[in-house]
């Protein structure tokens, strides 16, 4: 199975901060017809998770323009231009190229 | 609106079975796959079955193969995950998740907590 590897696994952030989170891939995510099926997710505090962006950098339906995505390959970024406090929880990274689907171990976005 | 709602979740003794049900409704349940998604207590994702629109195409976690079956009624707009020879590692809050076009795991419901323990 792929293994996506997202670093750091906690962040301490102030509002309004711009925080990045890291996710490796063991393999490469291009697919033979040039797509990348690299997806991130967020579950806020005692809540079931939400989708933030997918093929690595589309904002989901009704996500702030804070959010962005990128990367290619192997190396992939979410970005928070202006932390809120509503950002606050865990964010998954989640790859659908290779089955089965896999998600990161989680990236723990806390206020400092 | 789409909605998610799972049930069926509890405490279960190690080997005994477990049947979970998700209803949807806020969009046509029938045209979309569906998953099973689960999350052990302080732990990240761990997909657990996927089902095509039709049923079509079936597939499971080599956590759970061959102890758990995905199904679904779409004249019921439910989704079922059959668990047998429960395990203390099954314990964990079971998500239902809806594809959508491009999109795994696209809409969640709340989730089912299912406690495997003598």
């Known amino acids: 199975d792929v293994v996506l590897t997202q670093t750091p696994s906690t962040l301490s952030a102030t509002i309004g901060q711009s925080v990045s989170i890291s996710c490796r891939s063991s393999q490469s995510l291009l697919d033979s017809a040039g797509n990348t099926y690299l997806y991130w997710y967020l579950q806020r505090p005692g809540q079931s998770p939400q989708l933030l962006i997918y093929?690595?950098?589309n904002l989901g339906s009704g996500v702030p323009n804070r959010f962005s995505g990128s990367g290619s390959g192997t190396d992939f970024t979410l970005k928070i231009s202006g932390v809120e406090a509503e950002d606050l929880g865990v964010y998954y990274c989640?790859?659908?190229?290779?089955?089965?689907?896999?998600f990161g171990a989680g990236t723990k976005l806390e206020l400092k | 609106e789409v909605q998610l709602v799972e049930s069926g979740g509890g405490l279960v003794q190690p080997g005994r079975s477990l049947k979970l049900s998700c209803v949807a409704s806020?969009?046509?349940?029938?045209?979309?796959?569906m998953n099973w998604i689960r999350q052990a207590p302080g732990k990240g994702l761990e997909w657990v079955a996927y089902i095509s629109s039709g049923s079509s195409y079936i597939y499971y976690a080599e956590t759970v193969k061959g102890r758990f079956t995905i199904s679904r009624d779409n004249a019921k707009n439910t989704l079922y995950l059959q668990m047998t020879s429960l395990r203390s590692e099954d314990t964990a809050l079971y998500y239902c998740?809806?594809?959508?076009?491009?999109?795994?795991?696209?809409?969640w419901g709340q989730g089912t907590l299912v406690t495997v323990s003598s």
């Open positions: 093929l690595v950098s």
């Open positions: 989640m790859q659908a190229t290779h089955a089965p689907n896999t």
């Open positions: 998740a809806s594809d959508y076009p491009g999109i795994p795991f696209a809409y």
């Open positions: 806020g969009f046509t349940f029938s045209n979309y796959g």
